[in-house]
């Protein structure tokens, strides 16, 4: 097994230039498979976790979290990122000490977001997201791990679609110390923007439809993909549709040319 120092080294390098794709397992099984196809790195999913335990996004607790990364980052010789949420706290002392359990599972990064889960007020206040940002930073230093931090703003996943104000909370995590930085679901015409305005820093693009390919985000300066939910919902979409044929028509047609889950991960 690679030591977790080494896969930290391994996942700031991938940063330096050119641009991987890092996918979204949702369990050890899903992170082994990716790691067996070559890809060289992966990151957990918040919403693909929840739906393993029967819930929705955002619905579950930091110590089954944190347990989760150390499973998935157990399970493979890749680095790991975490999608850490908003920290599992409001408060950026709060974020600083959830963010130094999570250093400590094996993961080789994390992200922390600024969304609120409140409708009526989804983003964080500018200046408290900033300092949220700045207490993960200085969590980090202080663990010695060097895990990569992400900053996140979910404007666009929340209603709040501007991306000015997206490109100013982007650079505000980069000056309070994220080493990447990342806004799920901005539309392809803002991608570039994003990366001119927080350059040198890389970015992470957010790749849940069919809407660029890994070239054309690299062209464009994008330094990592990930997938975020989307192959879990892709299995969860063939898991129903065979579920609901069984149920409707009792027969099952979907059980063809199916993989040999358990030869492909039978070297462990």
């Known amino acids: ?30 992170a082994r ?34 347990e989760h990364l150390r499973v998935v980052a157990a399970s493979v010789n890749v680095p790991v990122n975490a999608d850490f949420e908003g920290g599992f706290a409001v408060e950026p002392e709060g974020v600083a000490a959830n963010v130094r359990s999570a250093a400590s599972t094996g993961i080789a990064g994390l992200s922390i977001e600024d969304s609120t889960g409140d ?21 980090i230093d202080e663990s010695g791990t060097g895990i990569v931090l992400t900053g996140r703003s979910e404007g666009f996943v929340v209603g709040r ?6 490109i100013r909370r982007l650079r505000a995590y980069a000056e309070a110390g994220a080493d990447c930085l990342f806004a799920p679901r901005i539309a392809a015409e803002h991608v570039a923007a994003v990366v001119a305005a927080v350059s040198p820093k890389p970015v992470n693009l957010l790749v849940n439809a069919p809407f660029i390919t890994a070239a054309e985000a690299a062209a464009l300066g994008v ?22 044929e069984i149920a409707d028509a009792g027969t099952f047609s979907h059980f063809e040319q199916l993989p040999n889950v358990d030869a492909m991960l039978r070297d462990r």
């Open 1 to 30: 097994m690679t030591t977790i120092d080494e896969r930290v080294q391994t996942f700031r390098s991938l940063h330096d230039a050119g641009c991987f794709v890092m996918p979204n397992p949702w369990d050890a099984g899903s």
């Open 33 to 66: 498979a990716l790691e067996q196809m070559g890809f060289k790195a992966v990151a957990t999913t918040s919403a693909g976790f929840a739906w393993t335990l029967g819930r929705s996004d955002n619905r579950v607790t930091l110590d089954q979290v944190l």
């Open 119 to 139: 409708p009526l007020h989804p983003l964080h206040d500018f200046d408290l997201a900033v300092e949220r940002v700045r207490a993960a930073r200085r969590a």
């Open 161 to 166: 679609p501007d991306i000015d104000e997206t």
């Open 223 to 244: 330094r990592r993909i990930s997938v975020g939910g989307t192959l879990a919902r892709t299995a969860w979409a063939g898991f129903l549709r065979a579920a609901h």
